[in-house]
């Protein structure tokens, strides 16, 4: 057969139609030929690689697609019909109870894994190989659900565990950084240098995307505002603000609080609050002053939505019958909550710019006889100031996002804290509220900035005052250091370091960041701790033959085979370590005699 002579780009041959390509083919080639990092001859993908399966899985929302693409395939919720959280960090105390939240679990997870291969990527599991994303928090015992079904019931080659902080670090190009990940359940934040993960210096807090739900959900049922549908055709003239109610309880659902949340939330800057405003709220003050509560307060904001959460399953009767009784305190007076929550709102409505929305919404079920449907009006001020929960920290367990980050940076090394602040990335769904990552600089900037407090007076004459306690102060010299990576505005600065690093990330959306990361990883054959289907099947066989042969004895408790999955908890003592040595009980010779 003559070849097909070929003609320039831009240009068709005349003897050749124009829908007819010009190019030839080779056939089979890319099918037959074997992958040079592979010695299996498992067939291939069309590009001539094997292309692995990215599997992130959150603890709400999974993002799935194959190596080596720019974008999931198909990101969607674990739980399509509630939309909540497939596990939580906490689990029941009783042994059957945590039995069968274990068996649910798996469960669930056996229904999200077999959505992910046979109908979001469409492919065999048994001819690809995975790539888990986890969490450096994720419990050892859901790792150990995600491989029994991984390898038992979809019978894949490997999987291979890497770090969520890492592969997001990878992503932009870095091995060095500090990353912080503000997911749904909390905040982490971890340092790696030269792509080690700093896992002693993780640092965490429950401030994040579930807390920020929370706290919108009940400056809501405050401070906002319902309009029920008309009661008749006649009354649609009539003005609306006479039937402005409080928002029930009913109308807020997790869909549309979930809804307010990503289309109409942002995060603003911070007011402007002088020494004055910082003092403990009292009482006594009324609520025309514009004086902030300070965290020392009655009720903080994190205190706020945190007795928000608490009070989400009181009844409209018990909520009609006191106005602010789902932000009840037992520490604090009768009447202080009140004045502090109007205090708060007072202060937020003045330093806001932001406008009123209107949502349609469907009305409670005592009131489906009227006309149309209800509107839900959405103050401005809570669009713009209810992500202030996550700025504003509560108490040692409840750090703000920025403390978190500080927090980290005190505990690596005096060396490396300057790599490292130079190099900060913000990760996870939380982070994507518009105005976030600047306003997080903003607030690392005023944490380590030098205290402005008026000097004390000695209270003791002769003797002189003990020096402030000054939190960050070995942080200060790295104030004009701090870079964030992905910082979509970021600011000049004194440092050429920060100004070489600050925005130059690239464009990825920051909740899929990990994904990204691995991707890359898979297409490069890098990755993390790789467990193959024969080690896990021969650790599960022998682990099945030694509960068969053990007899528990009275001396002798059982224990439990380790894991073959990576475990951080469990990593070598570094070197130089001391290892800690169990005393021995020493026993009288029998040559010595009692009391000798």
Excluded at 3 to 10: C, D, K, V, Y
Excluded at 114 to 124: K, M, P
């Amino acid at each position: 057969m003559p070849a097909i002579p070929s003609t320039p780009r831009g240009k068709t041959s005349s003897a050749t139609p124009s829908a007819t390509p010009t190019t030839t083919r080779v056939a089979n080639t890319h099918v037959l030929q074997s992958s040079p990092h592979y010695t299996t001859t498992r067939r291939h993908s069309l590009y001539g690689t094997e292309d692995r399966v990215v599997i992130d899985p959150g603890s709400r929302i999974w993002k799935v697609g194959f190596s080596g693409e720019g974008k999931p395939r198909d990101v969607f919720y674990a739980d399509s019909a509630t939309s909540e959280s497939l596990w939580r960090w906490s689990r029941a105390s009783n042994p059957s109870a945590r039995e069968e939240e274990d068996k649910l679990l798996e469960i669930h997870i056996e229904r999200c894994m077999r959505s992910v291969f046979h109908q979001s990527l469409l492919t065999d599991p048994k001819s690809r190989k995975v790539i888990l994303v986890e969490h450096p928090l994720l419990p050892l015992y859901i790792k150990e659900i995600f491989a029994k079904v991984l390898f038992g019931n979809l019978q894949v080659p490997s999987i291979s565990f890497a770090s969520s902080h890492l592969l997001s670090l990878l992503s932009v190009g870095r091995i060095t950084g500090l990353v912080i990940d503000c997911g749904h359940l909390e905040s982490t934040a971890l340092p790696i240098f030269a792509a080690r993960p700093m896992f002693p210096h993780l640092r965490t807090t429950p401030l994040a995307g579930t807390r920020f739900t929370s706290h919108l959900r009940a400056l809501l049922l405050l401070f906002g505002n319902y309009i029920p549908p008309p009661s008749s055709l006649s009354a649609v003239n009539s003005a609306s603000s006479s039937r402005a109610t409080r928002v029930p309880q009913e109308i807020l659902t997790d869909a549309l609080v979930e809804d307010i949340k990503t289309r109409s939330c942002f995060v603003s800057t911070a007011p402007e609050m002088n020494r004055e405003a910082m003092r403990p709220f009292s009482p006594a003050l009324t609520s025309e002053s514009d004086l902030p509560p300070s965290s020392d307060a009655a009720m903080s904001e994190s205190e706020f939505s945190r007795a928000s959460e608490a009070g989400e399953s009181v009844d409209s009767s018990q909520q009609a019958s006191s106005e602010f009784s789902i932000v009840s305190h037992p520490r604090e007076e009768p009447g202080s909550g009140e004045n502090h929550l109007q205090i708060l709102a007072n202060l937020f409505m003045r330093h806001s710019s932001a406008t009123d929305i209107q949502l349609r919404v469907g009305p409670p079920v005592p009131q489906q006889t009227g006309t149309g449907r209800g509107t839900l009006i959405v103050p401005g001020w809570i669009r713009e100031r209810a992500a202030e929960v996550l700025f504003s920290g509560g108490d040692v367990d409840e750090s703000s996002v920025a403390e978190v980050i500080l927090e980290a940076l005190l505990k690596v090394p005096v060396d490396l804290r300057k790599t490292l602040v130079s190099s900060i990335l913000v990760t996870g769904g939380t982070a994507m509220l518009p105005g976030f990552i600047p306003r997080l600089h903003a607030e690392l900037l005023r944490a380590i900035a030098p205290p402005t407090s008026p000097p004390r007076q000695p209270t003791r004459s002769g003797k002189p005052l003990p020096p402030a306690y000054d939190r960050y102060a070995a942080l200060r010299p790295l104030l004009p250091h701090i870079a964030i990576l992905n910082n979509p505005s970021p600011q000049p600065s004194s440092s050429s370091r920060a100004n070489a690093n600050a925005g130059k990330a690239p464009a990825f959306s920051p909740s899929s960041m990990a994904w990204v990361g691995a991707s890359l990883a898979g297409a490069l054959k890098t990755g993390g701790v790789e467990v193959s289907r024969e080690k896990w099947d021969e650790a599960f066989s022998s682990q099945n033959d030694d509960d068969d042969d053990m007899v528990v004895s009275a001396i002798q408790p059982e224990q439990k085979p380790r894991s073959i999955l990576p475990d951080w908890t469990r990593t070598p003592l570094p070197v130089g370590a001391s290892v800690a040595i169990k005393p021995s009980l020493v026993l009288p010779s029998p040559q010595t005699a009692v009391g000798a």
